[in-house]
């Protein structure tokens, strides 16, 4: 059974930073795309980066390109988004996906495999 739990969300000022954290058990890691999407309230979810481990490749969205690193541990199977110069309109929750067709994708429909979401406020 597929189980991605994410982990690090929290409470930060503007400015600050924050690294979540995604442990997958279940699959396959290295033959998967990771992402980590957000969901604000009222608003849909949007994709914020990808990973993909064969090549290195990685996908930001332009909203956090610059601030925000995905990174993985594949001896952990873990996924980590280090989110640095945080603003208010970061705030939302944040969900890791996996997506087992490998694609770098911002589509969300694309990702076979969604977390619980952990819960990123920045406050101004």
């Known amino acids: 059974q597929v189980q991605l739990v994410e982990s690090g969300g929290g409470l930060v000022q503007a400015g600050g930073s924050l690294r979540l954290s995604c442990a997958a058990s279940?699959?396959?890691?290295?033959?998967?795309?990771m992402g980590w999407f957000r969901q604000a309230p009222g608003k849909e979810r949007e994709f914020v980066a990808a990973?993909?481990?064969?090549?290195?490749?990685?996908y930001y969205a332009n909203s956090v390109k610059g601030r925000v690193t995905i990174s993985r541990d594949s001896g952990k199977n873990t996924v980590s988004l280090q989110m640095n110069s945080l603003k208010p309109e970061d705030t939302a929750v944040y969900y890791c996906?996996?997506?087992?067709?490998?694609?770098?994708?911002?589509?969300?429909?694309?990702?076979?495999?969604w977390g619980q979401g952990t819960q990123v406020t920045v406050s101004s």
């Open positions: 279940g699959l396959p890691f290295n033959s998967y795309t």
């Open positions: 996906a996996a997506n087992r067709f490998g694609a770098v994708t911002d589509k969300s429909y694309e990702y076979d495999y």
């Open positions: 990973s993909r481990w064969s090549g290195g490749l990685t």
